[in-house]
């Protein structure tokens, strides 16, 4: 079974741009988290999709938003960047999202903000 | 304030030790898990600790949680160069949405 897939690797952007990460979960799979993980703050929760509808949402500005379509891939995209946006974007997935269940992270895309 | 806190920050052993990582939470768990990351990737799942006294081993990682103090060990046992990175563990509250502790670098040299 693959695992999950994000897309892309990594991204260079500049201050004021808007950038769109992809992530596709483990196939049966309906729930995709969004991380952002940085030096100083660590792994902090971006926000959560299950069966196309946002279930939980953390701390962060309306710049970021995120979707998920029909077959289970999320998208998040990121408007107006900021140099502190230059992190590494995490994706995982789950079978159901409920509490309990183990969340399969991707290799994450590398976003860079000049 | 940081719900998960993980001591130490940093550890350096050498091949062949062995180590604790923990995990004090500030409020009560409801489950556990841990985490490995090699620098710049995604997160490997270790495991998932959701009982009081629950004890889980896989190779020569072993987990433990203790609700009473809130409190869950990882403990690697004669270490290797491959055990090095990023340890994590990670826990939920009274949300679905799984919040991270601050995180434990761990280096291995021979």
């Known amino acids: 079974k693959a695992g999950v897939t994000q897309t892309p690797r990594y991204l260079i952007k500049t201050r004021g741009q808007q950038v769109t990460l992809s992530c596709s979960p483990i196939?049966?799979?309906?729930?995709v988290s969004w991380y952002q993980q940085t030096p100083g703050q660590g792994l902090q929760f971006l926000f959560e999709?299950?069966?196309?509808?946002?279930?939980n949402k953390g701390n962060f500005p309306g710049r970021f938003s995120g979707r998920q379509f029909s077959n289970s891939r999320s998208e998040m995209n990121v408007s107006t960047l900021e140099l502190g946006d230059s992190a590494l974007y995490l994706c995982?997935?789950?079978?159901?999202?409920?509490?309990?269940?183990?969340?399969?992270f991707g290799p994450g895309t590398r976003l860079l903000v000049l | 304030s940081q719900e998960l806190e993980q001591s130490p920050q940093s550890l350096i052993v050498q091949e062949g030790k062995n180590l604790t990582i923990n995990c004090t939470s500030s409020?009560?768990?409801?489950?556990l898990y841990w985490y490995k990351q090699k620098y710049g990737e995604g997160l490997i799942f270790l495991m998932m600790?959701?009982?009081?006294?629950e004890e889980k081993s896989h190779e020569k990682i072993t987990a433990k949680l203790d609700e009473k103090k809130q409190q869950s060990s990882l403990h690697i046992t004669a270490s290797q160069p491959s055990h090095a990175g990023i340890y994590l563990c990670?826990?939920?509250?009274?949300?679905?949405?799984?919040?991270f502790g601050t995180g434990t670098r761990l280096q291995v040299f021979p």
């Open positions: 995982a997935s789950l079978r159901g999202g409920a509490r309990g269940e183990t969340q399969y």
């Open positions: 196939s049966g799979h309906r729930s």
């Open positions: 999709y299950f069966s196309e509808t946002q279930r």
């Open positions: 409020k009560t768990l409801y489950g």
């Open positions: 600790l959701q009982k009081g006294g």
């Open positions: 990670g826990a939920h509250y009274n949300t679905d949405k799984l919040i």
